[in-house]
């Protein structure tokens, strides 16, 4: 057995015990002080901006793609697994125009999408206007960009159900041990052997590569470890003396119930316009967000209520009828935020092969998760 480590548990931590599980061979064992899709994963929106993105090519846009891919049989392969619901919006995603907006850039980007094979329709204010009566188009609206194969889905339900598929194919998840630290040493004699799991060869060894972790339970000892402790990432490769620089971003966002149904029936895709989302759940109930707050001189960051309230003020001029919604729940979350590099951080570190990081995903997480899982995993079986 190969015994493999996951620090953290919040959507990327549980995407890739997911995905390491459907390989018997691998032991693995999951490690996070709080209980699954806290942090960053617990306030995030859910809203996969793939195709709508500007990213066209190089890393950036493979993973975007892949995850695209990906999630239209995991959500329903989770849910036959776990008996779980998975909120998953397959309306797609209308980004409104307002008239400083360069349309000539959307037009190459939808030529760019046609030749990638996917969809991207540039409305005028007539489509939108049929199609969303509910929206006010007289503020500066002069169009929308609409992405019918871009998708919205709960994080919190989806990690609890990749957690609870990852149990029953043998994955262990260790709640409330916190990881304090890391050891880990290159033997300067070690000895390799491989494995063959199916068609895959993974490089086994011994007495050569050991990674510790220093627990509140004790020092346990495995062959390979991933970091996907968000923003926790940095301290842990510190213990190493190798700093992995991942700094805090704040988001806010509402949870609203309005006394009846907004958008028409039959098209309920997320609404986005100068990056406020208005996001359509179940039972006449939205989530408004989100804000983006950095800390000043390096300081913890406090939510700055007044930057939630224009939030909430621009969802309004968006969408009037939200001023009659209830607010049912206001939350917050820090953001990983690589610093000087870009996002997100899928890398070995260079003191030990065997430790690899999959953190700092910044805005992208839940899009990125499914990716950024077969990534590690492929890291892994080379």
């Known amino acids: 057995m190969v015994r493999i480590a996951i620090i953290g548990c919040g ?59 990906h999630y239209e049989t995991l959500i329903p392969e989770l849910e036959a697994m776990t008996g779980r619901k998975i909120p998953f919006n397959k309306q797609g995603i209308l980004m409104l125009c307002s008239e400083e907006e360069d349309l000539s850039k959307w037009e190459k980007l939808q030529a760019t999408r046609s030749s990638q094979g996917w969809d991207l329709e540039i409305w005028d204010l007539e489509q939108v206007r049929d199609r969303n009566p509910h929206l006010n188009l007289n503020h500066h609206i002069i169009g929308a960009i609409y992405s019918p194969r871009d998708r919205q889905v709960d994080p919190t339900a989806l ?36 494995m063959s799991f199916g068609t895959d060869i993974l490089p086994v060894i011994e007495n050569g590569l050991k990674c510790q972790i220093q627990t509140n339970v004790g020092n346990l000892e495995f062959d390979w470890l991933i970091l996907a402790a968000g923003l926790g990432s940095s301290a842990l490769t510190a213990s190493l003396n190798q700093l992995v620089d991942i700094r805090p971003v704040l988001g806010q966002a509402l949870h609203l119930r309005s006394p009846k149904p907004l958008e028409n029936p039959d098209f309920a895709p997320v609404i986005t316009c100068n990056d406020v989302h208005i996001v359509p759940l179940e039972n006449q109930e939205y989530w408004v967000g989100a804000t983006v707050e950095f800390p000043v001189n390096s300081e913890e960051i406090q939510a700055n209520a007044d930057m939630l309230q224009q939030v909430m003020s621009k969802a309004i001029v968006l969408c009037p009828a939200i001023a009659t919604a209830q607010i049912i729940k206001q ?36 899009l990125l998760a499914p990716a950024t899982a077969r990534t590690i995993r492929e890291m892994i079986l080379q």
């Not at 610093?339 to 030990?352: G, Q, Y």
């Open 11 to 69: 959507i990327v931590g549980a995407s890739i015990a997911f995905e390491l599980s459907h390989y018997p061979e691998l032991k693995v064992t999951v490690f996070d002080k709080q209980p699954p899709a806290q942090a960053s994963t617990g306030a995030a929106l859910g809203v996969l901006m793939g195709i709508i993105s500007h990213k066209t090519k190089g890393r950036n846009w493979q993973l975007r793609e892949t995850s695209l891919q």
């Open 159 to 194: 990690t609890l159900a990749l957690v609870d598929a990852a149990k029953l194919k043998g994955v262990n998840f260790e709640f409330g041990v916190e990881v304090q630290g890391l050891m880990g040493g290159q033997d300067t004699h070690p000895t390799t052997n491989v």
């Open 331 to 366: 939350w917050s979350g820090l953001r990983p935020r690589p610093e000087k590099r870009p996002a997100p951080i899928i890398d070995r570190l260079s003191s030990n092969n065997n430790i690899l990081i999959a953190s700092g995903h910044y805005r992208n997480g839940v």
